[in-house]
């Protein structure tokens, strides 16, 4: 497992293609550079280390999945990055 952080810095458990919020509910799935929710809309691009929404790619659709849950993540958050685009909503 890995860790990614988003816009503002909050720490997301990445597992293969698997995106997890803090709190362990899986909240999207890796399709190239883009994460997708459980229904396949769009919820954020990958950028580095960083999950941002980026309006321009919310046209785009993905594949829906049936979401799991992983243990607790204890990653401490990250300073916020200048990177064009908004805070992904990741239900948290």
């Given at each position: 497992?890995?860790?990614?952080?988003?816009?503002?810095?909050?720490?997301?458990?990445?597992?293969?293609?698997?995106?997890?919020?803090?709190?362990?509910?899986?909240?999207?799935?890796?399709?190239?550079?883009?994460?997708?929710?459980?229904?396949?809309?769009?919820?954020?691009?990958?950028?580095?280390?960083?999950?941002?929404?980026?309006?321009?790619?919310?046209?785009?659709v993905?594949?829906?999945?049936?979401?799991?849950?992983?243990?607790?993540s204890?990653?401490?958050?990250?300073?916020?990055?200048?990177?064009?685009?908004?805070?992904?909503?990741?239900?948290?």
């Amino acid at each position: 497992m890995g860790v990614m952080y988003t816009k503002l810095g909050v720490p997301v458990t990445v597992s293969g293609t698997s995106v997890y919020s803090p709190s362990g509910r899986q909240f999207g799935h890796i399709s190239g550079k883009r994460v997708f929710g459980p229904t396949g809309r769009y919820v954020a691009t990958v950028v580095g280390n960083r999950l941002i929404y980026r309006p321009i790619d919310a046209a785009v659709v993905g594949s829906p999945f049936a979401p799991s849950r992983t243990a607790v993540s204890g990653y401490a958050h990250a300073a916020a990055t200048g990177d064009w685009g908004d805070e992904p909503n990741i239900g948290e």
